[in-house]
Every structure is written in C-alpha cells, then in structure tokens.
C-alpha cells in the first residue's frame, strides 16, 4: 500500500508546540498566537473554506498526533451535547466574552488605570505566577499584558482540548473549538449568499 507523502503542512503541530515553549522563556512570543486567530478568518472570508481546519492548524494536528500516534485517548463517542448548537454558539459566546475582558484589562493597563499582572491565568481562573518569561519595562506595559492573557487563552484552550482528546476521540476539541464554529459559520453565510445571488 502506497504510504502518502508528508507535505511540510504535516508538520504544523511541531508549531503548535513550539509556540508553547516559546510563551514559557518570553511571554511576548504569545503575540504569534495571533497567527492562528487570523488566518482561519482570511481563509473562510476570503476563500469561504475550512482549509485552515483541515489542513493548516497545528493544534488539531497535535491533538490527533498525541491521540493516536501516542495512543493518549480512549476514543470514546463523545455525548451528543458536545456536538449540539447551543453548546458550540454558548461555548464561541464565552470564549469572545472571555476574549473581549482580555482586551479590556489589555486597555486598562494601556490607560494606566491598573498595573501590569506577570501571571497566566488557567482555565479562566488559577493564576500561575509567570514573572520570569518577562524582563520589566522591557516592551510598554500594555502589550505584555496582551502577551500574558493571550498566553493564558492559548494555554487554557489547549489544557481544555488535551482532556477531552483523552477522554474521547482526538478531534474532540474541534467540534466546539470557537475558531472552527467561527469559520464554519462564516463559510455557511457566505455560501448562503453565493447560491442566493445564483
Ligand atoms: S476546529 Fe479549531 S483546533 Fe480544530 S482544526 Fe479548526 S481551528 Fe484547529
């Protein structure tokens, strides 16, 4: 049997990982998590696919990889309410809600209202000193923060995304990851509207 040839995209967990170890010596390494928030929204804008999900992003790559490869999950059938609207539209709903609050402390500490906070908070709620990935003064205030909360979204995610991946198929966290809702979404509209104008 014809085993397929690993194209370089095959690869992108590595970053996924990476990306982590990066955020663990220099905080402000977090900002290229920004990466992985941009280019699904170009791909399903712009091309109205999922081609970031299904072939590009590292995370799912990870988790399919540590899944199988590794044999860390039990792959067992998620219960159906993973996989329902109100969980997937409520879960996207507290993850911008969470997103937004982080921009919001981002803005407070830009306007000087509060002081920066060296620490990564997991799961929305254990904050974890992490002093030592950030020289003081090196950048302007606001922008570790940034660095500090979006580490702590891109961490908390991937904890939440690693204990499902355990306790049932890989790719559990795909199916509410608040990207995948947010492209799949966007692809529907505009694909509704391209068969409308047809
Ligand atoms: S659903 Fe989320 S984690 Fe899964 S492949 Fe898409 S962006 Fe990556």
Redesign the pocket.
């Known amino acids: 049997m014809n085993k397929k040839v690993k194209k370089w995209y095959d690869y992108l967990w590595i970053w996924s990982i990476i990306y982590f170890v990066l955020g663990f010596f220099n905080i402000l390494c977090a900002w290229l998590g920004m990466i992985?928030f941009v280019v699904?929204l170009i791909f399903a804008i712009v091309g109205h696919n999922?081609n970031?999900?299904?072939t590009y992003?590292?995370?799912?790559q990870l988790?399919r990889k540590i899944g199988n490869d590794y044999k860390c999950s039990r792959k067992n059938q998620a219960p159906s309410w993973i996989a329902s609207k109100w969980f997937r539209y409520g879960f996207l709903i507290f993850f911008l809600t969470m997103f937004g609050n982080m921009i919001y402390q981002t803005y407070l500490v830009a306007a000087g209202a509060t002081g920066l906070k060296e620490v990564v908070k997991l799961l929305w709620t254990f904050k974890v000193p992490w002093g030592w990935a950030y020289t003081t003064g090196a950048v302007a205030d606001w922008i570790a923060q940034f660095s500090f909360g979006f580490y702590s979204l891109m961490l908390t995610s991937t904890i939440i995304?690693l204990f499902v991946m355990m306790l049932y198929k890989p790719?559990t966290?795909?199916t509410f990851?608040?990207?995948?809702?947010m492209?799949q979404s966007i692809c529907k509209i505009k694909n509704d509207n391209d068969q409308v104008k047809l």
């Open positions: 992985d699904p999922k970031f999900c299904n992003c590292g995370r799912g988790f995304g790719r966290w795909c990851c608040p990207m995948g809702t492209t």
